[in-house]
């Protein structure tokens, strides 16, 4: 079975640009998050969507966006790239939303690097 | 706000050392702990804990978590070089809060 699979895994932007970052979840679960990990850092929650409906959003400034699908992949945006935005983002994937139990998988992430 | 600390931030040890890595927590809504280990990308799952004082093991690895305490520990026995990566604690609120990650380098 494919694990948690995002695309693109590199990516190098000019700053004011936009960016469309991509991820299908393990079949069969229906959330996926989206984090942001900064290097010598821990991932960060971005967003979180349960059966196409956004659950739960971080502290991000409103150029991030992001969207789920009726097949529970997503899409996450961002406009207007700053420097500060390059790192390693993250999707998880997991089979419910809101239990303890689900365990969240994640996949091997997207790097963007803005110049 | 909600924060995750971990403890020591990196270690370096030799082949077959033991070794405790630390994680305190302090979450609203907090419903369990989760352990990862990164390499290069992906975070890879170890283990998620929801009971206090019950230990999960696989392997040479095994961890605990104490409700009471806020915390939990990973140990990891008779490390090997392949253990070398950055191990990373999260605990689960209405997200993932994760700490920075405790870097091991297992030296031969």
């Known amino acids: 079975d494919a694990g948690v699979t995002q695309s693109p895994t590199h990516l190098i932007k000019t700053r004011g640009q936009h960016v469309t970052l991509r991820c299908s979840p393990i079949?069969?679960?229906?959330?996926v998050s989206w984090y942001q990990q900064v290097l010598g850092q821990g991932p960060q929650f971005i967003f979180q969507y349960y059966e196409k409906e956004e659950r739960g959003r971080g502290n991000f400034p409103d150029r991030f966006s992001a969207r789920q699908f009726p097949n529970y992949s997503s899409e996450l945006n961002v406009n207007a790239l700053l420097l500060g935005d390059s790192a390693l983002y993250l999707c998880?994937?997991?089979?419910?939303?809101?239990?303890?139990?689900?365990?969240?998988?994640f996949g091997e992430g997207s790097w963007l690097t803005v110049v | 706000e909600d924060k995750v600390v971990q403890s020591p931030l990196s270690l370096v040890v030799h082949e077959g050392d033991t070794v405790t890595l630390n994680c305190s927590y302090e979450?609203?809504?907090?419903?369990?702990l989760l352990w990862y280990k990164q390499e290069k990308k992906a975070p890879t799952f170890l283990f998620m804990l929801t009971s206090s004082g019950i230990e999960k093991k696989s392997g040479r690895l095994s961890s605990i978590l104490d409700k009471k305490e806020l915390s939990s520990i990973l140990n990891i026995t008779a490390t090997q070089t392949g253990d070398s990566a950055i191990y990373l604690c999260a605990a689960r609120g209405y997200a993932l809060n994760f700490g920075k990650g405790t870097s091991l380098l297992v030296t031969p």
């Open positions: 979450v609203t809504n907090f419903r369990s």
């Open positions: 998880a994937s997991s089979a419910g939303w809101g239990s303890s139990g689900n365990t969240i998988y």
């Open positions: 079949s069969g679960h229906k959330s």
